[in-house]
């Protein structure tokens, strides 16, 4: 059974927004590096944000100044807040989460982790 669990995707019209969540088991929420990464259709997996324990936030840079990363520690809930949504957008979103013992969470770090969700469609329309 899968202990992240993302929901909120959902077809859009360009320049509209959604917001994603990853519900997670306590001690991934409080301890681990979280974010968010999306496979376009036809393409690899790429990075999306992470946020690390103390807040600190790292984003990729075609989604900087309209996606914002959060999450929520009492409701052990990680969001995506996507705004300004264009059909490159498009894509499987899928949680991540990985023990980050020296604070490094940024996206290159993330993406070495076994720990993922199942995914959530976003589909921009044109």
């Known amino acids: 059974q899968a202990q992240l669990v993302e929901s909120g995707g959902d077809s859009v019209q360009i320049g509209g927004s959604l917001k994603l969540s990853c519900a997670a088991p306590?001690?991934?929420?409080?301890?681990?590096?979280m974010g968010w990464f999306r496979q376009p259709p036809g393409k690899e997996r790429e990075g999306v944000a992470a946020?690390?324990?103390?807040?600190?936030?790292t984003f990729t840079d075609s989604v900087k100044g309209r996606f914002t990363i959060s999450k929520d520690n009492d409701k052990s809930t990680l969001y995506l807040q996507m705004n300004s949504l264009q059909p490159e957008d498009t894509a499987m979103y899928y949680c991540?989460?990985?023990?980050?013992?020296?604070?490094?969470?940024?996206?290159?770090?993330?993406?070495?982790?076994?720990?993922w969700g199942q995914g959530t469609q976003v589909t921009v329309s044109s």
């Open positions: 991540a989460a990985r023990y980050d013992a020296r604070n490094i969470c940024d996206l290159t770090f993330l993406a070495s982790t076994g720990n």
């Open positions: 306590r001690y991934i929420a409080s301890f681990y590096c």
């Open positions: 946020i690390a324990t103390d807040g600190r936030a």
